[in-house]
């Protein structure tokens, strides 16, 4: 699965990555949870903050601006699978975090 994946304090990399729960635990740290922003999910460990992980990024959701903490992916789904995160999504994501990397 393509996915953009990014680490607190370093830039956003894109990777292709087992569409697993194993795979998608041992990238984020631990137990898995999801945040939806817009037609993407956002997978980040679902203690982080529990653990005192570091800031990553902030991301506004319909309601509220949510920190993430640790690792995250960025994907897409599709129904109830998590699926390849598309070329434009990236270019999106990287503008409005100001990730012009």
Same mark, same amino acid.
């Given at each position: 699965?393509?996915?953009?994946? #990014?680490?607190?304090?370093?830039?956003?990399?894109?990777? @292709?990555?087992?569409? @697993? $729960?194993?795979?998608?635990?041992?990238?984020?740290?631990?137990?898995? +949870?999801?945040?939806?922003?817009?037609?993407?999910?956002?997978?980040?460990?679902? +203690?982080?903050? $529990?653990?005192?992980?570091?800031?990553?990024?902030?991301?506004?959701?319909?309601?509220?601006?949510?920190?993430?903490?640790?690792?995250? /992916?960025?994907?897409?789904?599709?129904?109830?699978?998590?699926? @390849? /995160?598309? @070329?434009?999504? /990236?270019? #999106?994501?990287?503008?409005?975090?100001?990730?012009?990397?």
């Amino acid at each position: 699965m393509k996915i953009l994946y #990014k680490k607190p304090g370093e830039a956003p990399e894109i990777r @292709d990555v087992a569409n @697993d $729960l194993e795979a998608l635990q041992d990238l984020v740290g631990g137990y898995i +949870e999801t945040v939806t922003v817009g037609n993407m999910v956002i997978i980040c460990n679902e +203690e982080g903050k $529990l653990k005192g992980m570091p800031l990553n990024f902030l991301v506004k959701t319909r309601s509220y601006t949510e920190p993430i903490v640790g690792p995250a /992916i960025f994907c897409r789904t599709d129904h109830w699978d998590f699926a @390849d /995160i598309l @070329d434009e999504d /990236i270019e #999106k994501i990287k503008a409005d975090m100001g990730w012009g990397c």
